[in-house]
């Protein structure tokens, strides 16, 4: 048996469209990356060879993988209870995939899975714009829809079976928009990307107002917030609905919580820009009067590049240490 410390972890970021793998150290930092595109591999068996294989070249060009304690990894729709991703309405994989005990049995080492909104709690609590605070909650933007995770006394909360802050799919339109998950309304539609660029199509088949969104090549949140930047007044209303529904659930989740803060993870400056200030007024309108003015709404402090390999890194660090090796 290796009485080595083992002083380096693997963090793994895996999103609708690539994948990215970092090596960290205890000091949280990145010592090297690498990456590759999710959608290469739509079936689950082939992804986990190959995020095997970059795994340990990825930790053998940086230091060399005798030196890797263990694995943290955010994922959309996971259960870091069960270390399985759940019925994940944005990925290829379908049903209940146990990802953390597959990744496990291919490279030998604990392996730790977290849902890709409360690794990026996790990245902003150790390291960014949470830091220091014991009640708040994250809400991002960037895994192909929309998640949350609530902190309450310092620690994550997770609900009876792991499930706990899945804001984005809080009902904000009886019979609104249909969603992936297979409900209609969800939050997530209305206020991701996705859900921005719906509305602005909708406003240019409702409205013969010029418009620049109406030349774009590809309509896109950061395009329309760059129309909006040059005095569009369609792309304005565009940022004034999306932000209307996305101030009504961040009321709703404030005045459950009281929270310090929400904190809005992996929204491109262009789009926080012009999507605060609306959101800001809708949520002073629908909140309960006496946390009114107390509940903070600020961007988040990582990189976007860097939070949740950070976040996952971080995880890595909480698993207890196991190895075929020993």
């Known amino acids: 048996m290796s009485n080595t410390v083992k002083n380096r972890v693997i963090g793994v970021d895996i999103r609708v469209d690539h994948t990215t ?7 949280g930092n990145i010592l090297g990356t690498d990456s590759f595109l999710t959608t290469d591999y739509p079936d689950v068996n082939n992804f986990l060879t190959m995020l095997s294989e970059r795994i340990v070249t990825t930790a053998e060009a940086n230091g060399g993988f005798e030196n890797i304690r263990s694995v943290g990894i955010s994922a ?3 259960n870091c209870l069960t270390g399985c991703i759940e ?3 944005n990925m290829p994989w379908k049903g209940v995939i146990p990802l953390a005990a597959m990744l496990r049995d291919r490279i030998g080492l604990a392996v730790a899975v977290g849902n890709d909104a409360h690794i990026t709690a ?3 609590h150790v390291y960014g714009a949470a830091h220091g605070m014991q009640n708040f909650v994250v809400v991002s ?3 192909g829809g929309l998640g949350s995770c609530i902190y309450s006394n310092g620690l994550p909360y997770l609900g009876t079976g792991g499930s706990a802050g899945e804001m984005g799919h809080t009902c904000v339109e009886a019979g609104g928009r249909l969603c992936g998950c297979g409900r209609q309304g969800c939050l997530e539609t209305y206020v991701t990307d996705r859900g921005m660029v719906q509305t ?3 406003l240019m088949q409702e409205s013969t107002k010029p418009s620049l969104m109406r030349s774009l090549q590809e309509v896109t949140s950061i395009a329309i917030a760059q129309c909006c930047e040059q005095g569009d007044e369609l792309a304005m209303e565009v940022f004034r609905k999306t932000g209307d529904y996305l101030g009504l659930g961040l009321a709703n989740i404030a005045s459950i919580l009281d929270p310090e803060a929400i904190i809005l993870a992996d929204l491109p400056d262009e789009v926080f820009r012009n999507l605060i200030e609306p959101t800001k007024e809708a949520f002073d309108r629908y909140v309960f009067r006496n946390i009114k003015d107390k509940v903070r709404l600020v961007l988040a402090g990582l990189n976007n590049n860097e939070r949740d390999v950070l976040g996952a890194a971080a995880l890595a660090w909480t ?7 020993k």
Request: aromatic share 10%; proline share 3%.
């Open 319 to 325: 698993v207890q240490e196991y190895s075929l090796f």
């Open 76 to 78: 959309p729709s996971s």
């Open 21 to 27: 793998i970092a090596v960290v150290d205890q000091r």
């Open 200 to 202: 602005a199509k909708e």
């Open 141 to 143: 933007f960037g895994h």
């Open 87 to 89: 019925n994940a309405a």
């Open 122 to 124: 996790l990245g902003e």
